[in-house]
């Protein structure tokens, strides 16, 4: 059964610092990798999704990579902001019935003090 | 272009009753999921649809049931809602499978007492 941890749950960083949030998946077999954010009481946001084949992914301040073979995943987000604090989440698709399904990881509470 | 909506955003409801949340998106998408939020879970899926009239069920699908007579709408119904469906539930959207993005409601917050 595939799981998907997200290490550390919290994280409190001063603003302009740079910092990676991980994710590490029990199952190789992922068809893609998806990070999103999530702020109180609000949806979720996809950020990157990082396909199976590639290795990273960018967009803006924010580079997700991926590492299928040792099961891990990355984002490091560059020049940290207090708008970045939010809580992010990450999931793998996997293979099952009709469709790809995702499994969400726990997510990594950010805070970016001003 | 309103996207993937959900309604209500929030309900309290008592245990026993029936209870309907609603799901449209306005970009026919073919596949429509529902995830329940867990403090400690996590997202768990409840049900997918690949289409119109094609439904499946996911991690945690039971006490809920679904239905998908058209492409935009996809409402998930508790038959006989129980203190344990207290959570916040989410709907998301994806245009294909394989690597196509998912993309979420606002999420409808749920309290069952």
């Known amino acids: 059964k595939q799981e998907v941890t997200q290490i550390p749950a919290a994280l409190s960083v001063p603003e302009g610092e740079n910092l990676v949030l991980n994710c590490s998946f029990t199952d190789s077999a992922i068809y893609n990798l998806q990070w999103f954010r999530q702020d109180p009481g609000k949806g979720l946001t996809s950020l990157l999704l990082?396909?199976?084949?590639?290795r990273e992914q960018t967009s803006g301040r924010l580079n997700a990579s991926l590492d299928k073979s040792s099961g891990r995943s990355t984002l490091y987000i560059a020049a940290s902001q207090p708008g970045d604090s939010a809580t992010y989440l990450c999931a793998v698709a996997i293979v099952g019935g009709a469709t790809n399904k995702l499994i969400f990881g726990t997510g990594t509470l950010l805070a970016v003090q001003p | 272009d309103a996207g993937i909506t959900q309604s209500p955003r929030y309900k309290i409801t008592e245990t026993g009753r029936q209870v309907t949340l609603m799901c449209h998106q306005t970009w026919s998408h073919s596949y429509m999921f529902w995830y329940r939020q867990d403090l400690g879970h996590g997202l768990r899926l409840i049900y997918y649809?690949?289409?119109?009239?094609?439904?499946d069920k996911g991690e945690v699908p039971d006490g809920y049931v679904v239905s998908r007579s058209k492409t935009e709408n996809f409402p998930l119904t508790l038959e006989s809602a129980t203190r344990s469906q207290t959570s916040v539930y989410f709907c998301?959207?994806?245009?294909?499978?394989?690597?196509?993005?998912?993309?979420f409601g606002p999420g409808t917050r749920l309290t069952v007492t």
């Open positions: 990082i396909q199976s084949s590639q």
């Open positions: 998301a959207s994806s245009a294909r499978t394989g690597d196509y993005e998912q993309y």
């Open positions: 649809s690949a289409a119109a009239d094609i439904t």
